[in-house]
Structures are given as C-alpha cells and as structure tokens.
C-alpha cells in the first residue's frame, strides 16, 4: 500500500530556532517527493520538488533533503519566523500512466515568540 | 492575482441538497482537479482533468460529478448531499499531471453537511 507518513504530528519551537521535519514513504513507482506549506484555512504552497537523482533542494529558509535508498526526505526550517507557523505536507508523485500524488497527514508546527 | 478562485468559501447544507462548487484557474493550466481534506488524513483525489472535454475519476468520486467546458472553469457538483460529504474541498491546478510541474491549489471551500 502507497503510503507516507510524518513525524512529528505537531511541534512547538520558538521564534529564531531551527527545527527538522520528517517524512517517510513507501510509495512505488516513485517519480517525485515534495513539501507543501499550509497555512490555516489556505491552500497547500509548493515549497520543493525532488525527483529521484537530487538529494537536496533550497527554497529560502527551507531545504528539504531526499534519501531515495531509505525512501526518507527531511525539512529543515532555519531561523524560524512566527509566519513560519503552518502545517507542512509532504507529497509523493507515483511514477504512473496518470501521475497520481500520495499525501501524508501534515506536522502541524507553531512558531512562539 | 493569477492563480486559483474557489467559491464559495464556506457552505451549509441539508442531506440531499445538490450544490456546485466552482473553481476557475487563469494560468492556461491544462491539469485540474479536486481534492477533499478530512482530518488525520491526507488530501485525497475525487476528479481530475487532463484538458477541456476530458474527465476522470480519482480515489473517492462517489457522490460527486465534474465536467470541464473550458480550460479555465473546473466545477465539482454535489448530486445529493450526505454528512459524509462534509470536509474541505481544494481544487488545484498545474500545467500537466505530469513529473515535474508544480501544482496550484485554491484557498478550498469548507463545506458542512448537517
């Protein structure tokens, strides 16, 4: 079964600090893995997208890094801002006739001055 | 502002009532589709479309319909409302389904079945 799946569910940081998401996926045929920041009663925004062959992409403060191996990607947030408060959705693309997209649940994280 | 338009943003309605959600993208995005977002799960496909005149079926397409007349509109209509149907609907958009183009999601309709 495609699946993928974030930790943590929700965390708590202060403003300034740094923190690293997680997102684990067993998703096949893969084609692609990207992070998505949702901001409360808005759509998801595209941050990132990595296919198979880049282990890390920047977007500003965010870099995602991809393991295709151990099918791990990882967001790391540098020097958080309280508009950094916001769930963060990582998405598998199967590699498929239609390119269906596998969403994980989110980690709800609130950025504290 | 290019991008995605959904209305309305939020909706009542009594089991059995029919309604349209609309959804209108001004990018010449060929790829559209709706989503629904239920809590402790992750967004989930109803329909799509590859381009005007063409539709399917996603993951979880009973109770709801679509056509696409024209690349721009989009609208998911509700045949006969159930309170199963209550979640939050995004409609999304991208130049193709394809590898990688990045996708353009609505600000979503919160719809509630009583």
């Known amino acids: 079964k495609n699946q993928v799946e974030q930790s943590p569910q929700s965390l708590i940081i202060l403003e300034g600090k740094n923190c690293t998401l997680q997102?684990?996926?067993?998703?096949?045929?893969?084609?692609?893995l990207r992070w998505y920041k949702q901001d409360t009663g808005r759509g998801p925004v595209s941050l990132t997208i990595?296919?198979?062959?880049?282990n890390t992409k920047s977007n500003g403060r965010y870099t995602a890094t991809l393991d295709a191996d151990t099918k791990q990607s990882s967001l790391h947030i540098t020097a958080s801002q309280l508009s950094d408060s916001a769930s963060y959705i990582c998405?598998?693309?199967?590699?498929?006739?239609?390119?269906?997209?596998?969403f994980g649940t989110g980690t709800r994280l609130l950025v504290s001055p | 502002n290019a991008g995605v338009t959904q209305t309305p943003k939020f909706q009542v309605l009594k089991t059995g009532q029919s309604m349209t959600l609309q959804c209108a993208q001004d990018?010449?995005?060929?790829?559209m589709s709706w989503y629904r977002q239920d809590p402790g799960m992750g967004l989930r496909l109803i329909h799509y479309?590859?381009?005007?005149?063409?539709?399917d079926q996603g993951e979880v397409p009973n109770g709801y319909n679509v056509s696409r007349s024209t690349t721009e509109d989009f609208p998911l209509r509700l045949l006969s409302a159930a309170p199963s149907q209550t979640s939050v609907y995004f409609c999304?958009?991208?130049?193709?389904?394809?590898?990688?183009?990045?996708?353009?999601f609505g600000s979503g309709t919160r719809l509630t079945v009583v």
């Open positions: 999304a958009s991208s130049v193709s389904g394809t590898e990688y183009y990045g996708y353009t």
């Open positions: 997102c684990n996926y067993t998703v096949s045929p893969f084609s692609n």
């Open positions: 990595m296919t198979f062959s880049e």
């Open positions: 998405v598998v693309m199967l590699n498929t006739g239609f390119q269906k997209l596998v």
């Open positions: 990018m010449n995005h060929e790829y």
């Open positions: 479309s590859v381009g005007a005149g063409i539709t």
